[in-house]
């Protein structure tokens, strides 16, 4: 696996694509923190909860060793440590990180502050993979998120020190409504910019093809939308990122949001637009 990583590293670094490496997943896809909690229970450990992944300390132990094994690691192709490879622009804590266990926030609050230590790398920026669900540092907001408890605060979590820029996830579909979206966005913008203080990238969005109804057109008018609010304006907002691309032959990774190039043509031109540089190389 570590072999394969060392190529995709190496293949972003020949095209100069730079990478956001994801270090574990709150959900069981890839493994997931339900994997390290079931090995912290092989090894004796009472654990009753997947969210005891943010507070047993053998759990987080399996995760620091994770994190300096990949950090550290020396590819078998370029020749470089990840923790000194410029194509590596941040790593990510974790994929949208869940405690639904404590709905306080304190939990991943500790979490986050003990992992953004960045003892091991300071070369890279770091961001902790949030969705972007207000919290108790603002109730007041508390009535944007779409009905979820998940122990997370944009505004707490992405004060901590050793978070360099703060991320926002949005499935309108799944949430809400298209209308949201906007709303979602034009908050999380303007409190980077003036609370945090710092970079906002839009790091998931996506339109899923198993809707009802679904059309080309609806995902171009979406992905619109978020490239309007995150790369053509000045400000906080560093970008947008859809889920996910994929290419012919990927059919297991298919989960109605990929979007083939090939077959997508009126959405390929609006990534081209974006990012000419790149597509055209």
Sequence with gaps: MFKGLDFVVAEARRYGIKLILSLANNYESFGGKKQYVNWARNQGQYLTSDDDFFKNPVVKGFYKNHVKTVLSRYSTITGVVYKNDPTIMAWELMNEPRCTSDSSGQTIQAWIKEMASKSIDKNHLLEAGLEGFYGKTTPQKKILNPGFSTGTDF??????????????????????????????????????????????????????????????????????????????????????????????????????????????????NMIRQQCPQNFSN
């Design 155 to 268: 505004i707490a979590n992405n004060q901590i020190p050793g978070i360099d820029f703060a991320t926002t996830h949005s499935y309108p579909d799944q949430w809400l409504y298209l209308a949201f979206l906007n709303r979602w966005f034009d908050i999380h913008i303007h409190d980077a910019e003036f609370i945090l203080r710092k970079p906002l990238l839009i790091a998931e969005f996506g339109k899923s093809s198993k809707d009802s109804g679904f059309s080309s057109c609806q995902r171009d008018h979406l992905f619109n939308t978020v490239y309007q609010k995150s790369a053509k304006r000045s400000g906080a907002a560093a970008g947008g990122l859809f889920w996910q691309l994929l290419t012919e032959g990927m059919d297991i990774f298919r989960d109605g949001y990929e979007v083939i190039l090939s077959q997508s043509p009126s959405s390929a």
